[in-house]
């Protein structure tokens, strides 16, 4: 058995509207409610990403659009401090097609607060007063955010080594590149 998902990765760059001063640069994951269930592929290696706060996405909220969001638990430190962040809001610019800044701001309800990867708070702001982080969003979301430039990439989950090895050679044969969990481990191994 083996089955895929794909999610898709944009930035979006936006001022805080709860602090002043300060911008959030977020890697916004366009993701279906599936996506929190497997590991994925961040910085050379698979990490799994926990929901230490509230709730995934539901299948009718990935499929009717809804504007919901999951943000990663610095940015929730960040603008929240110890205030629960689930069912705040958090306005996305959601129109990229013009140079200037985007003039379209949208409200999203936070459901749900994600375990940040990296060490905080000492990382949270650089020295131009902007945080770096995480949000997530339901994958069909992604049409409402005009102009921006996204990336794909698909998880394939299999139960068995050699359907995903046959997979694998015929993706090197159209002249696709992989990176699965097993060729990490021999790079380590050899590295090692």
């Not at 995934?56 to 960040?78: A, R």
């Not at 299999?158 to 699965?180: F, P």
């Amino acid at each position: 058995k083996a089955f895929t998902f794909s999610w898709k990765t944009g930035h979006i760059q936006m001022h805080s509207y709860l602090l002043k001063n300060v911008s959030l640069n977020a890697l916004a994951y366009f993701v279906d409610q599936n996506f929190f269930d497997y590991p994925i592929y961040h910085q050379g290696s698979f990490k799994n990403l926990s929901i230490i706060k509230g709730r995934s996405f539901t299948q009718e909220e990935v499929s009717t659009k809804k504007k919901v969001l999951l943000i990663e638990e610095k940015f929730s430190d960040l603008l929240f401090g110890k205030e629960d962040a689930i069912g705040k809001e958090i306005r996305l610019p959601t129109n990229f097609l013009t140079e200037s800044l985007p003039d379209t701001i949208t409200p999203y309800t936070i459901i749900g607060v994600v375990k940040s990867y990296d060490y905080f708070p000492s990382n949270i702001l650089d020295e131009n007063y902007s945080a770096l982080g995480n949000i997530f969003l339901p994958l069909n979301a992604l049409s409402d955010f005009k102009g921006l430039n996204v990336l794909e990439d698909t998880l394939l989950v299999a139960d068995n080594e050699e359907v995903a090895q046959s997979i694998g050679n015929a993706l090197t044969m159209e002249g696709l590149t992989y990176i699965s969990s097993l060729k990490l481990q021999r790079h380590a191994l050899n590295n090692y």
